[in-house]
């Protein structure tokens, strides 16, 4: 299946400098910010630069930099909000949600980084 890319997407507009954003970080390939409707006390958004509507585009499509670059984007921003449990920090979820099964609102892909208390689990454990 192939992915058609919408450019009017809100991280589009946002990538494009169009709509604001309190900006973690950015690189080469990727752009980390506050999410404006944040679920837990530390709420960071990571994007790709590139147009990949979900996390399997991405993967069979960008290139080997991209990859790395988005990765390694994410990495970072875990240190720079001091969530790594490696150096102390209480640790984190990491979501892409995909598609309508996986409640994706804006069909640009995008990872959520949440900290800052304990989330619970995201779905129950059978009994």
């Known amino acids: 299946m192939s992915?058609?890319?919408?450019?009017?997407?809100?991280?589009?507009?946002?990538?494009r400098g169009e709509?604001?954003?309190?900006?973690v970080l950015e690189t080469k390939h990727?752009?980390?910010f506050e999410d404006i409707a944040p679920q837990a006390p530390t709420h960071v958004l990571?994007?790709?630069?590139?147009?990949y509507v979900n996390y399997d585009h991405f993967a069979q499509q960008a290139s080997d930099e991209e990859i790395v670059g988005f990765t390694r984007a994410i990495g970072?921003?875990?240190?720079l909000l001091?969530?790594?449990?490696?150096?102390?920090?209480?640790?984190?979820?990491a979501i892409a949600n995909?598609?309508?099964a996986g409640v994706q609102e804006v069909p640009h892909l995008h990872v959520h980084i949440l900290s800052?208390?304990?989330?619970g689990r995201m779905i129950p454990r059978p009994s």
């Not at 058609?4 to 946002?14: P, W």
């Not at 970072?76 to 240190?79: L, N, P, Q």
């Not at 001091?82 to 979820?93: C, K, L």
């Open 116 to 119: 800052g208390r304990i989330l």
């Open 30 to 32: 990727a752009l980390a």
């Open 98 to 100: 995909t598609g309508e």
């Open 3 to 15: 992915y058609s890319y919408d450019d009017q997407n809100i991280f589009a507009k946002i990538l």
């Open 19 to 23: 709509i604001p954003n309190k900006t």
């Open 82 to 93: 001091g969530v790594q449990p490696s150096m102390d920090g209480m640790g984190y979820r």
């Open 46 to 51: 990571v994007i790709p630069k590139g147009p």
């Open 76 to 79: 970072e921003v875990c240190k």
